[in-house]
């Protein structure tokens, strides 16, 4: 009933009204639950969700209690309800309003999901560009990352904060920031659900200066966008700030990204894990500039490629970039991830064992056997410091495992990668052509 509710309020009230309605009434829920102090303690305790809504006055008695909510606690929940306007129902539904909010009451009150269960189901719908970070991929980064008690970490570009609460050990101290005030709201309601404070879950961008977010950690991790350009999001020239080689106006942000979580590592027991696209792995002009200052400087630790189709609403080939502060080793690994895939439902996903395999590897691969390669600095600076992983680890399918339908997977791939190709070329020819106009 929740799911089939949801689609069709959506479908009716938009996708950006609807979502942070069910989510503040999933919160309410929740709250009602598991903090019936702090319910008594607002003089909620007698408080009817049913009995407001039939009565026609949810949508005021809500804007009440939640500004009680953001008053009484305002560290923890100061203006993650203001701006949602549940009274903005009154003109937009006229006289529909009550049957739409009585309906979405009901689906949230009488629903056997739990709380975050019904969060999950709700985020498929929330407005962003960010791109969720599959369960198995998070499972293995906080493999990769293992963070331990009291350490701090922080996911720059947090979205739902999935995937720094799929890495946080349960006393490590969370810091997140989210530039989508959506994303955001359910940023804050995932972390509490999960039994962390969300104090320092921030609405602000990752390269602002936020009050009091501490300026190194422990461990740094993200899943950030790709492909945007640098001329949509200003506040990410700083990370370019002290390099000798600058981007042009139209160059793609994605190792700004990589910058800011690098430099936000604590400079002796500092650890990060960031997703990238495949193309930035082999991209010339100053992303090549990068990734040679990275590794001459030592930081790289591993590359992992990942295999294909293990995200839902992209096609793009990804890998997992592994950096720390103090590596003894000069030697950078090289693993490829897609022998250890399982295929569900059209989808590729980690088992357990697999993210288990994978870490111990990495941890340990002089003890250790598959796909992968200790590839020295000398020779990755050969390649003109490419760094993708096919470039040094054999991963061509042998043929006893080609299949009509494995040979057109491979097609929708290559064809993917070369309409990248193509629109790289495209501003390539454009940044020459405005050059010549000078």
């Given at each position: 009933?929740?799911?089939?509710t949801?689609?069709?309020i959506?479908?009716?009230?938009?996708?950006?009204?609807?979502?942070?309605?069910?989510?503040?009434?999933?919160?309410?829920?929740?709250?009602?639950?598991?903090?019936?102090?702090f319910?008594?303690?607002?003089?909620?305790?007698?408080?009817?969700?049913?009995?407001?809504?039939?009565?026609?006055?949810?949508?005021?008695d809500?804007?009440?209690?939640?500004?009680?909510?953001?008053?009484?606690?305002?560290?923890e929940?100061?203006g993650?309800?203001?701006?949602?306007?549940?009274?903005?129902?009154?003109?937009?539904?006229?006289?529909?309003?009550l049957?739409?909010i009585?309906?979405?009451?009901?689906a949230?009150?009488?629903?056997?999901l739990d709380?975050?269960?019904?969060?999950?189901?709700?985020?498929?719908?929330?407005?962003?560009?960010?791109?969720?970070?599959?369960?198995?991929?998070?499972?293995?980064?906080?493999?990769?990352?293992?963070?331990?008690?009291?350490?701090?970490?922080?996911?720059?570009?947090?979205?739902?904060?999935?995937?720094?609460?799929?890495c946080?050990d349960?006393?490590?101290?969370?810091?997140?920031?989210?530039?989508n005030?959506?994303?955001?709201?359910?940023?804050?309601l995932?972390?509490?659900?999960?039994?962390?404070s969300?104090?320092?879950?921030?609405?602000?961008?990752?390269?602002s200066?936020?009050?009091?977010?501490?300026?190194?950690?422990?461990?740094?991790i993200?899943?950030?966008?790709?492909?945007?350009?640098?001329?949509?999001?200003?506040?990410?020239?700083r990370?370019?700030d002290?390099?000798?080689f600058?981007?042009?106006?139209?160059?793609?942000?994605?190792?700004?990204?990589?910058?800011?979580m690098?430099?936000?590592?604590?400079?002796?027991?500092?650890?990060?894990?960031?997703?990238?696209?495949?193309?930035?792995?082999?991209r010339?002009?100053?992303?090549?500039?990068?990734?040679?200052s990275?590794?001459?400087?030592?930081?790289?630790?591993a590359?992992?490629?990942?295999p294909?189709?293990?995200?839902?609403?992209?096609?793009?080939?990804?890998?997992?970039?592994?950096?720390?502060?103090?590596?003894?080793?000069?030697?950078?690994?090289?693993?490829?991830?897609?022998?250890?895939?399982?295929?569900?439902?059209?989808?590729?996903?980690?088992?357990n064992?697999?993210?288990?395999?994978?870490?111990?590897?990495?941890?340990?691969?002089e003890?250790?056997d598959?796909?992968?390669?200790?590839?020295?600095?000398?020779?990755?600076?050969?390649?003109?410091?490419?760094?993708?992983?096919?470039?040094?680890?054999?991963?061509?399918?042998?043929s006893?495992?080609?299949?009509?339908?494995?040979?057109?997977?491979?097609?929708?791939?290559l064809?993917?990668?070369?309409?990248?190709?193509?629109?790289?070329?495209?501003?390539?020819?454009?940044?020459?052509?405005?050059?010549m106009?000078?």
């Open positions: 009933m929740f799911s089939e949801l689609k069709r959506v479908e009716i009230m938009g996708p950006s009204h609807a979502s942070s309605y069910f989510g503040a009434l999933i919160f309410l829920k929740w709250l009602f639950k598991k903090r019936p102090g319910v008594k303690m607002l003089g909620l305790e007698q408080f009817s969700i049913l009995s407001s809504a039939r009565n026609g006055n949810l949508d005021v809500l804007q009440d209690i939640f500004a009680r909510i953001e008053r009484f606690e305002s560290n929940y100061a993650l309800f203001s701006w949602i306007n549940f009274s903005d129902l009154r003109p937009a539904y006229s006289g529909s309003r049957h739409y009585g309906e979405i009451v009901s949230v009150e009488e629903s056997d709380e975050p269960a019904m969060l999950a189901q709700v985020l498929l719908f929330v407005e962003s560009t960010s791109v969720e970070t599959p369960t198995s991929i998070a499972e293995l980064i906080s493999a990769l990352v293992a963070c331990r008690a009291g350490e701090k970490i922080l996911d720059p570009v947090s979205g739902s904060a999935s995937l720094i609460l799929s946080a349960q006393a490590a101290k969370i810091t997140a920031l989210e530039r005030r959506s994303m955001w709201f359910f940023a804050k995932n972390t509490m659900m999960s039994g962390h969300s104090t320092h879950v921030y609405n602000a961008d990752c390269f200066d936020v009050p009091g977010v501490p300026d190194k950690f422990d461990v740094v993200g899943n950030p966008p790709w492909g945007i350009r640098l001329d949509s999001w200003h506040g990410a020239i990370a370019f002290e390099l000798p600058k981007p042009t106006a139209k160059s793609l942000l994605d190792y700004a990204f990589v910058l800011e690098i430099r936000r590592m604590d400079p002796v027991r500092g650890r990060v894990a960031v997703l990238v696209s495949n193309g930035m792995l082999t010339s002009g100053f992303e090549e500039q990068i990734r040679r990275l590794i001459e400087q030592n930081l790289l630790d590359v992992i490629a990942l294909e189709k293990m995200f839902a609403n992209t096609a793009i080939g990804a890998s997992i970039l592994l950096f720390k502060a103090s590596r003894i080793s000069n030697d950078i690994l090289f693993l490829d991830a897609r022998p250890h895939a399982t295929q569900s439902r059209g989808q590729n996903s980690f088992s064992d697999a993210v288990d395999t994978i870490a111990s590897i990495v941890q340990s691969p003890s250790s598959g796909p992968f390669r200790l590839v020295s600095i000398s020779e990755v600076a050969e390649q003109n410091f490419t760094i993708s992983v096919p470039r040094y680890v054999n991963t061509a399918p042998s006893e495992h080609l299949s009509i339908e494995s040979m057109l997977e491979r097609k929708a791939t064809k993917v990668e070369v309409d990248q190709l193509s629109d790289r070329i495209d501003v390539l020819v454009n940044e020459l052509r405005s050059r106009l000078l």
